[in-house]
């Protein structure tokens, strides 16, 4: 008797006996229906038959079905396609799952078959297969006891709750050449096609042609005084402590009141603000900074475009415009040889953070950055926030932001710096070795820990707690994030808005 005639009588037999059970259970359940409720009517006992018989009706489909998938998993004869082992994994022809997919990869020849990639391995959905709870736990040195090489890769759930399809398929591809990028696939409404997709489920547009005109022109700005003004802030930087690193705030006008309050709290610890320089997009801010005596840095042509009013939400114009003048301040500081710790103006310090990146352990890593708590692909793995991080001055990082400035259209298409800064730096970190740290939200926490976490902030309140900052991400606009800060007590400007509370300013 061969496999296939094993498997049908074994799934036969098996069908058999649940429907004899099901008979039994269903006689003894209606016997006792019956003796208890001998009062009931007519109508309520034809209720309780119809019930039992749809119940049955539910069983035999269910029987029908792992009678068709066990017919197909055991057909190898008839589809050669596939075959499944006792770990789950399956196993599909290479050119079978080219044919399907159309990837436009070179085409298999023989000789390479031969070779290499006769057969592909499919980890099917493990969660729904419930195959993940079954395989063993072991410890890490006898899996790399035999590994010389380890490529890792994350999958995030492709949807949220409780559906049986969370995790996705995944084909691994044995291959001489291989592939630093991920493909998704998804299933269309015939049920037998795939079409690509983007791993969020859809592409990012590309930029239009405004945008593009005008990232030509912020390039030409750029590159057409870049001399100049790299002497410029080597003149001004000369005069600031630096050893450790350069502290950079990007701001304009509309949110000098977050600018403030930043100042009064890192007065509060007694901060040294020796190392701290303000890249100002405007000259209203530019003046304000200086009236402080902060170290100031403004250029009408650079940042000539940035609106002087904040941002009425995440991703609109405005916001694209003043974040990518904080990527540009971070660019220029770094070209210049300086390590660079980059800030968002709505953070409250409770700690120099400039000591914290001078730890002898942390050297090795050329980007820190605070973790941004955004679980979409596009922040994947580092969830990287680019409103606090931390950059080390090497031949990296130089290129890092180099790249970075010259795709600052993508940032104008998407709105959002930290799409484009998270996707280059996975393309960084493989091809060119870029360290990359994710900082612990518990000691650099923000805006998602007061949302998600109250219990966590109020410790922060109460004095039980002290991270080294609390950045207020995570919300609308200018107004949400000073009113969030009153509400916590960290808020440290005057009513007038112009002076801290202790008159320190």
């Known amino acids: 008797m061969n496999q296939k005639k094993r498997s049908r009588k074994a799934t036969s037999s098996t069908s058999t006996i649940l429907a004899f059970l099901l008979g039994i259970i269903i006689g003894f359940q209606w016997n006792a229906f019956i003796s208890a409720h001998r009062h009931l009517s007519a109508a309520d006992i034809q209720h309780e038959l119809e019930s039992c018989q749809q119940t049955l009706f539910d069983l035999k489909h269910k029987i029908k079905n792992i009678n068709k998938r066990d017919e197909e998993v055991s057909d190898t004869t008839k589809t050669n396609t596939y075959s499944l082992s006792n770990t789950g994994v399956l196993k599909i022809d290479a050119k079978a799952f080219q044919d399907t997919f159309q990837m436009g990869f070179p085409s298999i020849h023989k000789e390479e078959i031969e070779k290499e990639g006769k057969e592909i391995l499919i980890l099917p959905n493990l969660q729904a297969n ?35 399809d969370r995790l996705p398929c995944i084909a691994l591809i044995p291959s001489s050449s291989g592939s630093q990028h991920l493909t998704r696939w998804k299933r269309n409404e015939d049920l037998h096609t795939f079409t690509r997709v983007g791993m969020k489920g859809r592409f990012m547009r590309p930029p239009n042609e405004k945008v593009m005109m005008q990232h030509e022109q912020n390039m030409l700005n750029l590159l057409s005084t870049l001399e100049n003004v790299q002497d410029e802030l080597r003149s001004i930087l000369q005069t600031l402590k630096t050893d450790k690193g350069v502290i950079v705030l990007c701001i304009n006008e509309g949110y000098i009141p977050l600018f403030y309050n930043f100042i009064c709290a890192a007065k509060r610890i ?160 493989a091809f060119h070795g870029l360290n990359v740290k994710t900082l612990d939200w518990h000691a650099f926490p923000g805006g998602r820990e007061y949302r998600k976490y109250k219990w966590f902030i109020q410790e922060i309140v109460k004095g039980e707690r002290q991270p ?21 007590g960290m808020w440290y400007v005057d009513k007038n808005g112009e002076q801290c509370v202790d008159d320190t300013i």
């Open 270 to 429: 007694h901060m040294d603000l020796s190392s701290l320089l303000i890249f100002a997009t405007d000259e209203a801010t530019h003046s304000k900074a200086k009236q402080l005596g902060i170290a100031s840095f403004y250029s009408k042509t650079l940042f000539g475009n940035v609106p002087s009013t904040h941002a009425k939400h995440l991703g609109d114009e405005t916001f694209a415009l003043v974040t990518l003048a904080g990527a540009i301040s971070v660019y220029l500081v770094n070209s210049i040889g300086y390590n660079v710790l980059f800030m968002d103006a709505d953070i409250v310090l409770f700690k120099n953070p400039l000591e914290y990146f001078h730890q002898p352990t942390l050297q090795k890593y050329d980007v820190m950055c605070m973790d941004d708590g955004n679980d979409n692909w596009e922040y994947q793995p580092y969830r990287c926030n680019q409103g606090f991080y931390y950059v080390r001055y090497n031949e990296r990082t130089r290129h890092f932001l180099s790249v970075y400035i010259y795709n600052s259209h993508l940032v104008m298409s998407s709105g959002i710096d930290q799409i484009v800064f998270s996707l280059l730096i996975n393309e960084h970190v």
């Open 468 to 488: 080294w900052m609390l950045h207020m991400h995570w919300t609308a606009n200018r107004d949400d994030k000073i009113r969030f800060f009153k509400e916590l």
């Open 130 to 164: 419930h195959t993940f709870d079954n395989i063993p736990l072991v410890k890490m040195e006898k899996i790399t006891s035999t590994c010389n090489n380890i490529v890792s890769f994350h999958v995030k759930e492709m949807y949220k709750g409780t559906q049986p």
